[in-house]
């Protein structure tokens, strides 16, 4: 093993608040205008966790005391925090984190007026699973309970009400479940990994081995016969991966996810 730096692997989550509207009647508002929100939601608190790591980290509005006194819904220092931690990722996970998690961080950066984020790379779990397997569910609870990794904390929608009648109990208890979303998350991940793309070179770390999870445990198993190349299979010990490098190369260059 080379004696570079490992690649920066952050599991994340976000939970965001409701977002109060005014409207005349409860039936027939599948639309609503804009000029009816009465405030923007604003992210409650966030988790995260570094690969190689046990620590759960968190971030709430709680946090900032004097910006909590002077309105609950100033999520100011949470999107503050968010942009440094995100920054020294060099691979992002989450569940529907393209799609949602990551545009809603990108959206109070603007709004906070903070310079954007650099470019980096992502894995989605939610991605994953749809694109790669045929589940009754994709969401993570589901994935979750059917791979026996864990679940997540029961609540209702009550807990997002109390947060926002400004309920600091209610926001320590986001923060409780905010983090088992992540513990759940790194489970889930750990059993879907040999179904990810390659998202990052692991060798420009040091890593020497699986183009996954960097383990020098691999084994030869067979050739891959392209259309005008073979190549050399291996699979993973570790995480079981599949990857594949020419017949001419050693499986720790140029590799290739199957």
């Given at each position: 093993?080379?004696?570079?730096?490992?690649?920066?692997?952050?599991?994340?989550?976000?939970?965001?608040?409701?977002?109060?509207?005014?409207?005349?009647?409860?039936?027939?508002?599948?639309?609503?205008?804009?000029?009816?929100?009465?405030?923007?939601?604003?992210?409650?608190?966030?988790?995260?966790?570094?690969?190689?790591?046990?620590?759960?980290?968190?971030?709430?509005?709680?946090?900032?005391?004097?910006?909590?006194?002077?309105?609950?819904?100033?999520?100011?220092?949470?999107?503050?925090?968010?942009?440094?931690?995100?920054?020294?990722?060099?691979?992002?996970?989450?569940?529907?984190?393209?799609?949602?998690?990551?545009?809603?961080?990108?959206?109070?950066?603007?709004?906070?007026?903070?310079?954007?984020?650099?470019?980096?790379?992502?894995?989605d779990t939610y991605k994953v699973a749809k694109s790669k397997l045929l589940l009754a569910s994709n969401k993570l609870d589901y994935i979750g309970k059917l791979l026996g990794v864990g679940k997540k904390m029961h609540t209702s929608h009550n807990l997002w009400l109390r947060v926002l009648q400004g309920d600091p109990e209610a926001v320590k208890e986001m923060v409780i479940y905010n983090k088992?979303?992540?513990?759940?998350?790194?489970?889930?991940?750990?059993?879907?990994?040999?179904?990810?793309?390659?998202?990052?070179?692991?060798?420009?770390?040091?890593?020497?081995?699986?183009?996954?999870?960097?383990?020098?445990?691999?084994?030869?198993?067979?050739?891959?016969?392209?259309?005008?190349?073979?190549?050399?299979?291996?699979?993973?010990?570790?995480?079981?991966?599949?990857?594949?490098?020419?017949?001419?190369?050693?499986?720790?260059?140029?590799?290739?996810?199957?």
């Amino acid at each position: 093993m080379s004696s570079h730096k490992r690649p920066r692997v952050l599991f994340y989550d976000i939970e965001t608040s409701l977002m109060p509207v005014a409207v005349f009647q409860l039936a027939h508002n599948d639309w609503i205008d804009p000029s009816s929100i009465l405030e923007e939601r604003y992210i409650i608190c966030a988790s995260w966790m570094w690969e190689g790591e046990t620590e759960i980290h968190s971030v709430s509005t709680l946090d900032n005391p004097r910006r909590y006194k002077k309105n609950p819904h100033d999520d100011t220092h949470v999107v503050e925090m968010l942009h440094k931690v995100l920054s020294e990722a060099d691979v992002l996970i989450g569940h529907n984190s393209d799609s949602f998690d990551k545009r809603y961080i990108d959206t109070r950066i603007l709004i906070h007026g903070l310079s954007p984020l650099p470019p980096i790379n992502s894995i989605d779990t939610y991605k994953v699973a749809k694109s790669k397997l045929l589940l009754a569910s994709n969401k993570l609870d589901y994935i979750g309970k059917l791979l026996g990794v864990g679940k997540k904390m029961h609540t209702s929608h009550n807990l997002w009400l109390r947060v926002l009648q400004g309920d600091p109990e209610a926001v320590k208890e986001m923060v409780i479940y905010n983090k088992q979303d992540v513990v759940l998350l790194r489970k889930v991940f750990l059993k879907l990994r040999p179904y990810c793309a390659n998202h990052i070179n692991r060798e420009l770390f040091g890593d020497i081995g699986c183009p996954r999870c960097g383990s020098q445990d691999v084994q030869s198993r067979g050739t891959h016969k392209a259309i005008t190349r073979s190549y050399q299979r291996w699979q993973c010990q570790d995480c079981g991966g599949w990857f594949r490098t020419l017949k001419a190369e050693n499986a720790s260059t140029k590799y290739r996810v199957l």
